[in-house]
Nanobody
Framework: QVQLQESGGRLVQTGDSLRLSCAAS????????MAWFRQAPGKEREFVAG????????NYADSVKGRFTISRDNAKNTVLLEMNNLKPEDTAVYYCSQKRGVSLWTIARLYDYWGQGTQVTVSS
């Protein structure tokens, strides 16, 4: 079983930057995709960014391209999400996730493991 633990969420202002971290533990996967999703109140969970565990391939939602950067440290079993120029519409609970497969990045129900989430609130 894989355990994922997010950290770094907090209240920030429009235009601020924030870094989220996801630490994986337990029987960690050595392949597949690590991703960040987010869910705002009353909305469905949506894909934000993903990175392949064994390559530099990344994928981003159009709404965050150019502002967010995902990276990983395999030795530390950690995935980071650097968020710049934050906007009120980025307000959500951000979840770290992992899947064994290497396709269909954006479909939440295909991910095998999830963290508890960390709240990001961007004030205007």
């Amino acid at each position: 079983q894989v355990q994922l633990q997010e950290s770094g969420g907090r209240l920030v202002q429009t235009g601020d930057s924030l870094r989220l971290s996801c630490a994986a533990s337990g029987r960690t996967l050595t392949g597949g995709i690590m991703a960040w999703f987010r869910q705002a109140p009353g909305k469905e969970r949506e894909f934000v960014a993903g990175i392949m565990w064994n390559s530099e391939d990344t994928n981003y939602a159009d709404s965050v391209k150019g502002r967010f950067t995902i990276s990983r440290d395999n030795a530390k079993n950690t995935v980071l999400l650097e968020m710049n120029n934050l906007k009120p519409e980025d307000t959500a609970v951000y979840y770290c996730s992992q899947k064994r497969g290497v396709s269909l990045w954006t479909i939440a129900r295909l991910y095998d493991y999830w963290g508890q989430g960390t709240q990001v609130t961007v004030s205007s």
